[in-house]
């Protein structure tokens, strides 16, 4: 063992001038030498050395250690460059001036330990001993923090829409060196392969390509992040630039059309978007802009609109990239109608005429609706005014109205003046006059001109036409009265007589002609004559009803039971029947009675005394305390009727009161009792004679 450790010494030495391999295969030759001789304890890993990066000047522990090993056991740590070994045992070579093995070697603890790491200590590592099947290799990464972000190539080009656009990002420090990534926002766009990282190269870069640049890349924000992959040992680091793209304007009216009133202010305005910023000009399609606008670049100030400001716009940008911006705005101004036709104030028509036509044109946004009304009417007729027969009627004033529901209507009027020859307007053509008063035989003419000649004629047989002139009789004559419209003639004819009626006619004469019109007067009988026969027709009514009420009180034989009962009436008319009379005044055997005078009765009747309660209403007791002998009971009336006659219907007696019988018996007359059938009959007969 001493042997092996001396050869292994003098083999490491730096004395022996050999390079670096040489030493190492001679070290394992010696291995398997003593690998032969000495026997092999079982020896495996308490702690497996394992990877790990640490930052640059700090320290870096690799651990290791084994069980199973003896006091012959010698433990390697083999490192950078190409496994040069760096300690045996607890020893390391002075080249190693940074290394130290640290641990409890009781418990096979062979810790490495490189203070203030630097990059050339970076690589493979392996911690091995004789007895170890499988030996641990594990890597130690110092790393190395960037110390700026990463550049980014191509941010100060403009490029213009439509070429293509490259993006460089590049770093050149740092160890690792840096993954790359572009970023918009948080969307990733692009980054670098693996390939790209595993590769030994002094720097990287990454490219951001966008084939064909548009005007919506204007403006992006982009960025390229480099990242080390050990976030707990170094940040990350990015840089950013906004694309510049310059594209041609794209011109946007907010509202293509616009409606405003007459006198109002509008602004008219447009949105230009383009890089660089656009001049932007005002053009008016069909002719000039009013020259009270106001160019404010994206806006045109219109005071005061006028009709003749309506019409298409153009709002024009140009900023140097092709093709140039423009927009349309189409502004409709509304005003109110206005009548633009040049008829005159007054139309002549010719009465009798045919195809009468006046048009009416107006102008004014929305398009007026143009319609014709007679002045002071809401009659309104279409536009052109026509009519196809003219007559004096239609002359007038006549009023052309356009309207489109703006604030106020347009009104334009006319005179219609009919002219030609006289034309009789009257409307009552039959007169009724009575004799004896004055006739008025009215002529209304429509005439324009007036009439020259007016007359009046009286049609007699075989139609002839005769003057009627105030010297055929007195108190005719004629009344003329002239207005704008014509003349109002009137033959006027006093006392009028059954001879004057007839038919006359009114004919008028003008420079266009003659017109002629019938009137017909009907004379009527006078008031006197009237009620002459008014009397004689009631009369002969009068005699008419007599005589059908004659025949029929004939045909019913009331004639003759009233005659009967007239005859058998004394001449002293009662309003009641008397009653009969005692037996003592009557002598026995005398049937006549028709000598008694009143003065038997002391000039006077009996008063009748009020009936008594007790008994039946239509026998009611009557006595006589004056005579020597009372008088029986007799039947009298009561008074049921509103008008105070009496009502006989009930009476006992017969139909002659003094026809009694002679009770010789008992010394007095008793009036004889009669059956129902008779009252009955008695019932009707006094009915019929009240």
Same mark, same amino acid.
């Given at each position: ?6 050869l ?7 004395r022996?001038g ?24 079982a020896v495996s ?14 320290t ?11 006091a ?40 490495l ?12 590592y ?21 110390k ?6 191509g ?6 829409a ?29 980054q670098?392969?693996e ?39 170094t940040?990350?680091?990015a ?40 001049a ?13 606008a ?7 100030r ?8 309506a019409?298409?716009?153009k ?8 093709p ?29 005429g @045919?195809?009468?036509? &006046? !048009? ?6 929305? =398009? #007026?609706?143009?319609?014709?009304? %007679?002045k +002071? ?6 536009n052109?005014?026509?009519f196809?027969q ?18 106020r ?24 006059v ?6 008025r035989?009215v ?9 020259? @000649?007016?007359?009046? &004629? !009286? ?6 036409? =005769? #003057?009627?002139?105030?010297?055929? %009789?007195? +108190?005719i ?11 109002t ?15 006359y ?23 006197t ?5 008014a ?20 045909r ?5 039971r ?38 038997d ?5 009996k008063?009748?005394?009020?009936p008594?309660t007790d ?16 008088l ?6 009561e ?11 009930d ?10 019988e002679?009770?010789e ?8 009792s009669?059956p129902?059938?008779h ?5 009707i ?5 009240c």
């Amino acid at each position: 063992m001493r042997l092996g450790r001396s050869l292994c010494q003098g083999l490491t030495s730096p004395r022996r001038g050999m390079d670096s391999r040489r030493t190492e295969w001679a070290f394992l030759v010696i291995l398997l030498v003593l690998s032969r001789v000495v026997k092999v304890h079982a020896v495996s890993y308490r702690v497996r050395p394992e990877s790990m990066a640490v930052r640059e000047g700090q320290t870096a522990t690799l651990r290791c250690a084994f069980v199973g090993l003896t006091a012959q056991s010698v433990v390697f740590w083999e490192g950078p460059p190409n496994f040069a070994v760096i300690s045996t045992g607890r020893e390391v070579d002075p080249r190693y001036t940074r290394h130290r093995i640290t641990g409890d070697p009781a418990r096979g603890e062979y810790h490495l330990e490189i203070k203030d790491v630097d990059i050339l200590e970076e690589g493979g590592y392996r911690c091995s001993t004789l007895g170890v099947t499988e030996k641990a290799e594990v890597n130690l990464n110092v790393v190395v923090p960037m110390k700026k972000p990463p550049k980014i190539k191509g941010r100060d080009v403009t490029y213009t829409a439509g070429q293509p656009m490259t993006l460089t990002c590049v770093a050149t420090e740092g160890n690792p060196l840096p993954r790359l990534r572009w970023f918009n926002a948080t969307k990733l766009l692009q980054q670098t392969s693996e390939n790209a990282m595993a590769e030994v190269v002094s720097s990287v870069s990454l490219d951001l390509v966008i084939p064909e640049a548009a005007r919506w890349d204007h403006g992006k924000n982009v960025t390229c992040v480099a990242d080390q992959g050990f976030p707990d040992l170094t940040t990350t680091m990015a840089s950013s630039t906004i694309l510049n793209v310059h594209y041609p304007p794209l011109v946007r009216s907010r509202r293509q059309t616009l409606r405003a009133t007459e006198g109002e202010t509008l602004d008219l305005s447009c949105d230009v978007d383009s890089n660089p910023p656009a001049a932007v000009s005002w053009r008016k399609i069909d002719g000039e802009i009013p020259g009270n606008a106001e160019n404010r670049g994206n806006e045109l100030r219109l005071p005061k609109l006028s009709r003749s400001a309506a019409g298409g716009y153009k709002c024009l940008a140009n900023n140097g990239i092709m093709p140039s911006g423009e927009g349309s705005i189409t502004l409709i101004v509304l005003y109110p109608p206005r009548i633009t036709s040049g008829f005159e104030d007054k139309t002549s028509a010719l009465a009798g005429g @045919e195809g009468f036509s &006046l !048009r009416c044109e107006a102008e004014g946004y929305p =398009k #007026p609706r143009v319609r014709w009304r %007679r002045k +002071g009417t809401k009659l309104y007729f279409d536009n052109p005014l026509e009519f196809m027969q003219i007559d004096y009627d239609m002359e007038g004033d006549y009023e052309c109205v356009a309207s489109n529901g703006q604030i106020r209507n347009a009104v334009r009027q006319t005179f219609v003046d009919v002219i030609g020859k006289p034309y009789i307007n009257t409307v009552s053509l039959k007169v009724s006059v009575r004799s004896g008063d004055t006739a008025r035989l009215v002529c209304e003419i429509l005439s324009d001109p007036l009439p020259e @000649e007016t007359r009046w &004629l !009286r049609r007699g047989p075989g139609q002839q036409d =005769k #003057p009627v002139t105030a010297s055929q %009789r007195a +108190g005719i004559r004629q009344e003329e009265k002239t207005s704008a419209s014509g003349v109002t003639n009137t033959l006027v004819i006093s006392h009028v007589g059954r001879s004057d009626g007839g038919v006359y006619v009114c004919e008028t004469t003008n420079t266009f002609g003659t017109f002629q019109r019938e009137f017909h007067m009907e004379v009527k009988a006078t008031n006197t004559q009237a009620v002459v026969i008014a009397s004689v027709t009631v009369i002969v009514l009068l005699v008419l009803f007599a005589t059908i009420f004659i025949c029929i009180a004939k045909r019913t034989g009331l004639s003759e039971r009233v005659r009967r009962e007239k005859a058998s009436t004394p001449d002293l008319t009662l309003p009641r029947a008397l009653p009969p009379l005692p037996s003592y005044m009557v002598p026995v055997g005398s049937d006549d009675v028709d000598d008694l005078e009143l003065q038997d009765f002391k000039g006077t009747l009996k008063p009748r005394p009020p009936p008594r309660t007790d008994l039946e209403p239509y026998s009611i007791g009557l006595s006589y305390p004056s005579l020597l002998h009372p008088l029986p009971p007799y039947s009298t009336v009561e008074r049921q009727r509103p008008d105070g006659e009496d009502n006989m219907v009930d009476s006992p007696y017969p139909e002659d009161p003094w026809e009694t019988e002679v009770n010789e018996s008992k010394g007095f007359v008793m009036p004889p009792s009669l059956p129902l059938k008779h009252r009955a009959d008695k019932r009707i007969n006094a009915i019929t004679q009240c």
